[in-house]
């Protein structure tokens, strides 16, 4: 991704996603809460404990990290496990989707620095060209006036 993160950092994003997906499919906000408080007293030490690192791979670490702790929580608060499934699915799919996203804008920058890069460096040649001839010509004796 370019840049390095804490997972801890990256856990925060993964539970907010999954504690959006319950709340698109109706969870109650209040036990959202009980199962996020679940999740972060299960998650935080082992992702504090993790120094920063790439940001995909902290991003990958959390995701393995936090979706096996709302799993559990979503079990234990008595969730049937076709929708368990189906929400860290969808919480997978965003997170996958962030990072394609994320992906091709940094891809799309370094295009645009490279042709601007180019567009330079001709800007230069041209320059220097035609700073080359004005020498040659003021050098030479000879009147470049026609």
């Given at each position: 991704?370019?840049?390095?993160a804490?997972?801890?950092?990256m856990?925060?994003?993964?539970?907010?996603?999954?504690?959006?997906?319950?709340?698109e499919?109706g969870?109650?906000?209040?036990?959202?809460?009980?199962?996020?408080?679940?999740?972060?007293?299960?998650?935080?030490?082992?992702?504090?404990?993790?120094g920063r690192?790439?940001?995909?791979?902290?991003?990958?670490?959390?995701?393995?990290?936090?979706?096996?702790?709302?799993?559990?929580?979503?079990?234990?608060?008595?969730?049937?496990?076709?929708?368990?499934?189906?929400?860290?699915?969808?919480v997978?799919?965003?997170?996958?989707?962030?990072?394609?996203?994320?992906?091709?804008?940094?891809?799309?920058?370094?295009?645009?620095?490279?042709?601007?890069?180019?567009?330079?460096a001709?800007?230069?040649?041209?320059?220097?060209?035609?700073?080359?001839?004005l020498?040659r010509?003021?050098?030479?004796g000879?009147?470049?006036?026609?």
């Amino acid at each position: 991704m370019g840049f390095r993160a804490r997972p801890a950092s990256m856990g925060v994003l993964v539970s907010s996603l999954v504690q959006d997906r319950l709340c698109e499919i109706g969870v109650k906000y209040a036990r959202i809460g009980l199962m996020a408080v679940h999740v972060e007293e299960h998650t935080s030490q082992r992702l504090e404990a993790m120094g920063r690192c790439p940001a995909d791979r902290a991003l990958s670490v959390a995701l393995t990290e936090v979706a096996r702790a709302w799993e559990a929580a979503m079990r234990l608060h008595g969730m049937f496990q076709d929708t368990i499934d189906s929400v860290l699915r969808l919480v997978r799919m965003d997170v996958e989707e962030i990072a394609d996203e994320h992906l091709s804008a940094v891809q799309e920058h370094a295009i645009r620095a490279r042709i601007a890069a180019r567009q330079a460096a001709d800007l230069d040649a041209t320059h220097t060209d035609l700073e080359e001839m004005l020498h040659r010509a003021r050098t030479s004796g000879i009147d470049p006036t026609p």
